[in-house]
């Protein structure tokens, strides 16, 4: 079974820059996660999906963060324009979601994305 | 709202050593908990996971117990090896709305 892929795996931009990143989930998982872990720190959950809607976004910083699930498979994540605090790994995650009660929702993370903002 | 810490914060053990690390959190309804391990560098790891219903699950040399009343999980890893260093975190699950993480376990395992 093929994992979560990120991409880039590496992306240096000057602040006042914009940058995206990519991730798509194991398949058949329709609930996905962006985390951003900063030096340190454990991951902070930024926002979830379910399918192509929005679960929680009450930690995503709306202003200069969005984030899109357009087709409830593999989601995009903007920041624009950057600031130096958001110099940070950012962690894409999946889970198998069903309906039934007792799913796990256990969590398969990608490699994350290093961001540098200098 | 949950908050989720670890203690220790780092730990050096010398190799084969049997060795504990510990996470609370404060909400006690909580659906599940999770450990990770991270390696520098790299993404999360899946390690156990514990349903709320759950008392603990085993891993090869590894065994996560939860105590959802008193707010806290263990991780237990046997006989440690160089092979375990690195970050243990633990997260909590609040009925699939939300994971919450702690700040993560530096662990150093030493030939």
């Known amino acids: 079974e093929a994992g979560v892929a990120q991409s880039p795996r590496y992306k240096i931009i000057e602040k006042r820059q914009s940058v995206a990143f990519w991730c798509n989930p194991i398949?058949?998982?329709?609930?996905l996660y962006w985390y951003q872990q900063i030096l340190g720190q454990g991951p902070k959950l930024l926002i979830q999906?379910?399918?192509?809607?929005?679960?929680?976004d009450s930690q995503l910083p709306k202003d200069r963060f969005s984030a899109e699930r357009l087709k409830g498979v593999d989601s995009t994540l903007k920041i624009q324009p950057a600031k130096l605090e958001d110099s940070a790994v950012y962690l894409c995650?999946?889970?198998?979601?069903?309906?039934?009660?007792?799913?796990?929702?256990?969590?398969?993370f990608g490699p994350g994305t290093r961001l540098t903002v200098t | 709202k949950q908050e989720v810490t670890q203690i220790p914060a780092a730990l050096s053990v010398p190799e084969g050593e049997n060795l504990v690390l510990n996470c609370s959190f404060t909400?006690?309804?909580?659906?599940?908990l999770q450990w990770f391990r991270q390696d520098p560098g790299k993404g999360l790891t899946s390690l156990l996971l514990?349903?709320?219903?759950?008392r603990e699950q085993t891993s090869g040399r590894l065994n996560a117990s939860l105590d959802k009343s008193s707010g806290r999980s263990t991780l237990y890893i046997a006989a440690s090896q160089p092979g375990d260093s690195a970050t243990y975190l633990c997260?909590?699950?609040?009925?699939?709305?939300?994971?919450?993480f702690g700040p993560g376990t530096r662990l150093s395992v030493l030939p």
């Open positions: 995650a999946s889970s198998f979601t069903a309906a039934l009660a007792g799913e796990s929702y256990e969590q398969y």
């Open positions: 398949s058949g998982h329709a609930t």
């Open positions: 999906f379910q399918n192509n809607g929005v679960v929680d």
């Open positions: 909400d006690s309804a909580i659906y599940n």
């Open positions: 514990i349903q709320s219903s759950q």
């Open positions: 997260a909590v699950n609040d009925y699939g709305q939300n994971f919450v």
